[in-house]
């Protein structure tokens, strides 16, 4: 197992290493600071995980996002987890998007660390014990601040049900008509009871009302 540690400060890779030494004892660990290095040694050396920051003081213009993006492009078989002091719901998401397998704070419990390595070798994708924490954060405000609109679902009908779900996607009039087979008028008139019966002010936030709750959504009758 050749494991790929790229971050730019010295004792964090030491801090790092010796955590993947005590949950993978036959691991092999190799460094990086920066893009160049961190592709560079992806063409020496067949590595199957990598755990990398987010943000680089030497490269502030080449982040983590950048470093994966370019690595993933050419071996897209590699396993990796972001591993950075950010703790925030929008970076996770912005990692999981550019092709993180997962997401670590870097103050994680060993446990955590290791459960984390382990599953991501194993599956893949894996939901961290971080990125719990921060979904269930993330949740617990979106609740807060459209509680009056999660009252609001039971009132909508079928088709207005199915709207707001589309919306998600696309809040266009004109789209959705000929997705839902009706004029773009009825659309407008649609949106208008929705928002009313959601208590919500325009499109953009009934979309994402309309992502984040889609669970509660589909429970309509």
Do not use: W
């Amino acid at each position: 197992m050749n494991i790929l540690i790229i971050d730019d400060h010295e004792l964090i890779k030491e801090g790092v290493e010796a955590r993947i030494k005590e949950a993978l004892p036959k691991a092999t660990c190799y460094f990086a600071t920066n893009a160049r290095m961190a592709i560079s040694k992806i063409h020496e050396t067949d590595i199957d995980l990598i755990l990398c920051d987010l943000e680089f003081s030497n490269e502030k213009e080449l982040d983590g996002f950048y470093i994966m993006k370019s690595i993933l492009e050419f071996e897209p078989r590699i396993k990796t987890i972001a591993l950075t002091n950010y703790n925030s719901y929008r970076i996770m998401k912005k990692a999981i998007a550019n092709g993180f397998h997962s997401f670590l704070e870097k103050g994680c419990s060993f446990e955590e660390f290791k459960e984390t390595l382990k599953m991501v070798i194993k599956q893949g994708s894996f939901k961290s014990d971080t990125m719990k924490r921060l979904y269930k954060k993330r949740n617990q405000f979106l609740k807060t601040i459209f509680s009056e609109s999660l009252y609001g679902i039971s009132d909508l009908s079928q088709r207005e049900q199915e709207l707001t779900l589309l919306a998600a996607k696309t809040t266009d009039r004109q789209e959705l008509a000929k997705l839902m087979k009706v004029s773009p008028y009825t659309i407008d008139t649609y949106f208008k009871d929705i928002l009313s019966k959601l208590q919500l002010k325009h499109r953009q936030e009934l979309s994402l009302f309309s992502i984040e709750f889609k669970e509660e959504l589909l429970k309509v009758k």
